[in-house]
């Protein structure tokens, strides 16, 4: 079990609740899907995050933070760097307060969340595929501009954000035992962490990402943080989990709430998208399908429960994609 000592760098739950009621206008509060998939032991739900208007959790921290500008900032405008969801975040909330909002993208990200975030108003400007050489063009862009830098994690804001997903969670299901979310930069896995250990004490959160990019694993079982190269990270078909590194103050939130943090192969994604359209109907991406496969396929490395969430982070995925995760015979 991580230490459970709450310290004052570290979310509060009191911020948490006043980003609910912040953001509660624009986020939506998720359902809890009942997935009884074949051969599981325990019940299971989805916490459908692909639902949000933006079909990404992501809106929850950009709306959070971009909730709380002021007007002279509003005026400048914000920025962000982000392979999708973020940015769509970022575009969502920015229009909600009548922002300009420049989106510093990777060249590989999915056509399908560029053409998203573009029709959401944003400009995009397209670099390579390394986290670093997106954050070095929002640095210089920030320089020149003056633009509102709105982070895709690694923000006290972007954090209690997230974290409103796992206030819901606790607050329907208030019996929850297992918590898994997908981690990448670490804001949604930090903030939810937070919440369910506020709320829900005897609940452990466990953290799932691609094994292609395994740097949380890695982080969290070396306790400290590691990086990994971006042709390495961009090899797993989950964009969204494409992060080299998790953000420093999401690792302490990780440290201090996360019980483990374990990896999946790319078929176990493929058959988890297949498992969750098969299941309840829901459209899953990738990045989102991740959870629900450490619990089809790593059950020997999780903990025994009885009601299981799953956070089903987004369902922003290529049309060509889905259907060549469905079709693919197991």
Not at 16 to 40: C, D, M, N, Q, Y
Not at 257 to 275: L, N, P, S, W, Y
Request: overall charge negative; charged content about 20%.
């Amino acid at each position: 079990m991580s230490p459970s000592v709450v310290t004052s760098a570290l979310v509060s739950i009191e911020a948490i609740r006043e980003a609910a009621a912040r953001i509660s206008g624009v986020a939506i509060k998720t359902p809890l899907i009942r997935a009884p998939f074949p051969g599981i032991v325990g019940k299971v739900w989805l916490k459908a995050e692909s639902l949000q208007p933006i079909g990404s959790f992501k809106l929850r921290g950009a709306a959070n933070r971009i909730l709380q500008l002021t007007q002279e900032e509003i005026q400048r405008g914000v920025i962000t760097f982000s392979s999708g969801n973020h940015a769509q975040g970022v575009a969502y909330a920015a229009r909600e307060v009548g922002a300009r909002a420049f989106i510093i993208m990777p060249s590989n990200a999915p056509a399908i969340k560029r053409a998203a975030t573009l029709a959401l108003g944003a400009e995009v400007v397209e670099v390579g595929v390394a986290s670093s050489e997106r954050l070095a063009k929002s640095e210089e862009l920030v320089a020149k501009h003056g633009y509102i830098v709105i982070p895709p994690y690694d923000d006290e804001a972007i954090i209690a954000g997230q974290a409103t997903c796992g206030l819901e969670i606790a607050e329907e299901l208030p019996e929850v035992d297992l918590v898994l979310s997908p981690v990448s930069g670490g804001g949604l896995l930090s903030g939810v962490a937070t919440a369910i250990r506020h709320l829900c004490p005897n609940a452990l959160v466990v953290g799932v990402e691609p094994e292609l990019a395994g740097d949380a694993c890695e982080s969290f079982r070396k306790g400290e943080i590691v990086t990994w190269p971006a042709e390495l990270t961009s090899r797993t078909i989950a964009d969204g989990l494409r992060t080299q590194s998790l953000g420093v103050r999401n690792f302490a939130h990780i440290q201090a709430f996360v019980d483990r943090i374990i990896t999946v192969t790319e078929a176990e994604i493929r058959a988890a998208m297949r498992a969750i359209v098969a299941t309840t109907r829901l459209v899953p991406e990738p990045s989102g399908a991740v959870t629900t496969a450490a619990l089809l396929f790593h059950a020997h490395e999780l903990p025994p429960y009885r009601n299981a969430v799953a956070i089903l982070s987004g369902g922003n995925v290529a049309p060509e994609m889905l259907s060549e995760a469905l079709l693919e015979h197991p």
